[in-house]
């Protein structure tokens, strides 16, 4: 039977084999859906369906999203991978898409986004150069303030104590073990045991992180990251033994219980953090993962060997590590002042030799 809208349906069904193929590949809904729908944006704006998809159709709406949005380039480039991957899977001879639409539309589909009309990636992180690691007084300062908000609701003697002190605690946890905002709300109390080799810390010296970043549609990576940060040992006890017994739900285990569900959600970090830097008059380009920027830089400040940091926040390449790392002034006049007395105390010991 012929279809009613031939063009609408074959674009529908072009979608949903894309879909389970994506799926196939283990890649997340959420990936998934997000393409879908930058595809179904790109076909609007171009009033085309695939089949008629030129260069200038992409070019014309990259060009729309940079001069007229202010899309961010690494945005723009995302954009137009999701597009580029759309076609790669349409043209693919073995789908058959290609015969398909040529025997109802006289036409076929191309690939149209090509190295020469679409954005290169050539650095690692092309985040805000406004992102960075907070400094250790912007750090304390952003702690204190956490604090005080838990103080002054005990003295008005408001609800939400307990929540105001589970979001201090998970803040400072997040830069105590340098977590990802998803790695930090599926802490449960269990992912936390003891390093032989640090007996001091007892039962919060390994912080066993099961939500790592997954890649190329793999399940989530785990990791220890060992405590390196005594105090975090405190903060954590206070409230898994105090406090959290009282807040949890019956039979949940989750370390960040929150008011209405078993667990506390991305969005409230967020929120959190923007109430706390808003207090404590932070640029407003900082977020939650400046915590784990921080992290990083204080440990490369401290003297930690690098592929040890490297290990303990997951990275797989020690140039991403770099790249997160924004080391102060008083650190590198200190490697400095150290390589120069190197080299004063060599040049003397050579001139008292001869």
Same mark, same amino acid.
């Given at each position: 039977?012929?279809?009613?809208?031939?063009?609408?349906?074959?674009?529908?069904?072009?979608?949903?084999?894309?879909? !389970?193929?994506?799926?196939?590949?283990?890649?997340?809904?959420?990936?998934?859906?997000?393409?879908?729908?930058?595809?179904?944006?790109? !076909?609007?704006?171009?009033?085309?369906?695939?089949?008629?998809?030129?260069?200038?159709?992409?070019?014309?709406?990259?060009?729309?999203?940079? #001069?007229?949005?202010?899309?961010?380039?690494?945005?723009?480039?995302?954009?137009? @991978?999701?597009?580029?991957?759309?076609?790669?899977?349409?043209?693919?001879? @073995?789908?058959?898409?290609?015969?398909?639409?040529?025997?109802?539309?006289?036409?076929?589909?191309?690939?149209?986004?090509?190295?020469?009309?679409?954005?290169?990636?050539?650095?690692?992180?092309?985040?805000?150069?406004?992102?960075?690691?907070? #400094?250790?007084?912007?750090?304390?300062? &952003?702690?204190?303030?956490?604090?005080?908000?838990?103080?002054?609701?005990? /003295?008005?003697? *408001?609800?939400?104590? &307990?929540?105001?002190?589970?979001?201090?605690?998970?803040?400072?946890?997040?830069?105590?073990?340098?977590?990802?905002?998803?790695?930090?709300?599926? &802490?449960?109390?269990?992912?936390?045991?003891?390093?032989?080799?640090?007996?001091?810390?007892?039962?919060?010296?390994?912080?066993?992180?099961?939500?790592?970043?997954?890649?190329?549609?793999?399940?989530?990576? *785990?990791?220890?990251?060992?405590?390196?940060?005594?105090?975090?040992?405190?903060?954590?006890?206070?409230?898994?033994?105090?406090?959290?017994?009282?807040?949890?739900?019956?039979? #949940? #285990?989750?370390?960040?219980?929150?008011?209405?569900?078993?667990?506390?959600?991305?969005?409230?970090?967020?929120?959190?953090?923007?109430?706390? /830097?808003?207090?404590?008059?932070?640029?407003?380009?900082?977020?939650?993962?400046?915590? *784990?920027?921080?992290?990083?830089?204080?440990?490369?400040?401290?003297?930690?060997?690098? &592929?040890?940091?490297? !290990?303990?926040?997951?990275?797989?390449?020690?140039?991403?590590?770099?790249?997160?790392?924004?080391?102060?002034?008083?650190?590198?006049?200190?490697?400095?002042?150290?390589?120069?007395?190197?080299?004063?105390?060599?040049?003397?010991?050579?001139?008292? !030799?001869?």
């Amino acid at each position: 039977m012929p279809l009613l809208r031939p063009d609408a349906q074959v674009f529908e069904a072009m979608l949903e084999g894309w879909r !389970q193929q994506q799926l196939s590949r283990s890649l997340s809904f959420s990936t998934v859906d997000d393409r879908l729908k930058l595809v179904r944006r790109f !076909q609007e704006h171009s009033g085309e369906f695939p089949w008629r998809w030129v260069p200038q159709h992409l070019e014309e709406w990259s060009t729309d999203m940079r #001069a007229v949005r202010g899309v961010a380039l690494s945005t723009v480039r995302a954009y137009q @991978l999701a597009v580029r991957s759309f076609l790669a899977y349409v043209c693919d001879p @073995l789908y058959g898409w290609g015969a398909e639409c040529e025997c109802r539309f006289g036409t076929y589909p191309v690939q149209i986004s090509h190295d020469w009309n679409s954005a290169k990636h050539v650095l690692d992180v092309e985040g805000r150069p406004q992102r960075r690691a907070l #400094a250790r007084p912007e750090l304390q300062q &952003l702690f204190d303030a956490a604090d005080e908000r838990v103080e002054e609701i005990r /003295r008005q003697h *408001r609800k939400g104590v &307990l929540a105001a002190f589970r979001d201090a605690v998970m803040l400072k946890t997040a830069y105590a073990f340098g977590l990802r905002r998803r790695e930090l709300v599926r &802490l449960d109390v269990h992912d936390f045991g003891r390093n032989p080799k640090a007996a001091e810390f007892g039962d919060f010296g390994v912080c066993y992180v099961r939500f790592g970043k997954a890649s190329h549609g793999s399940p989530p990576k *785990r990791r220890s990251v060992l405590t390196v940060m005594p105090w975090s040992v405190d903060v954590l006890t206070e409230w898994v033994e105090d406090l959290w017994p009282y807040c949890r739900r019956q039979g #949940a #285990a989750s370390l960040w219980p929150s008011e209405r569900t078993e667990q506390v959600n991305e969005a409230r970090v967020n929120a959190v953090f923007a109430q706390l /830097r808003e207090t404590t008059g932070l640029p407003e380009e900082l977020g939650p993962h400046c915590l *784990r920027h921080s992290y990083i830089t204080h440990l490369i400040e401290d003297g930690y060997d690098p &592929l040890f940091v490297q !290990q303990q926040v997951g990275h797989e390449h020690g140039s991403t590590l770099s790249v997160y790392t924004s080391v102060s002034s008083d650190y590198k006049t200190t490697v400095l002042r150290a390589a120069l007395d190197k080299v004063i105390e060599q040049a003397r010991s050579e001139k008292g !030799q001869r």
